[in-house]
């Protein structure tokens, strides 16, 4: 049987010269970072230019929306009303499925519809 890892090399001694040689090539590690870790204090530094980056970002959003109100909507006035509308519709559309005599289709439409009713309306 053929050792297909040490195929092309006529000996063990070549195949780990030719690994010895790949390895000083190229290092494991990243070339842009060097082989020592960076210290607390460079890492609580960079976190510090981070958060300032972000504050400043975030002061240019809150100076872009200024005098932007939010509207409130019915629905975050009384979300009880919503509920309330919502399940008042299902009823009384449930009740005419029931006069129309539609049938199953006719009820399993029915919270179909009122979804679609209580988006328009909210």
Known sequence: MTDIRAKGFD????????????????????PGVGNERPSAQQQIEALRREVADLHARLTSIRKQTDGMGARRS??????WLRVLATAATTYLLGRLVQRL????????????????????IW
């Open 11 to 30: 000996s063990p001694a070549q195949l780990r010269e030719h690994l010895t040689e790949l390895e000083e090539e190229s290092p494991a590690e990243d």
């Open 74 to 79: 019915r629905g975050d006035i009384h979300p």
């Open 101 to 120: 005599r539609l049938g199953a289709p006719g009820a399993a439409a029915v919270p179909m519809i009122a979804s679609q009713i209580d988006r328009r």
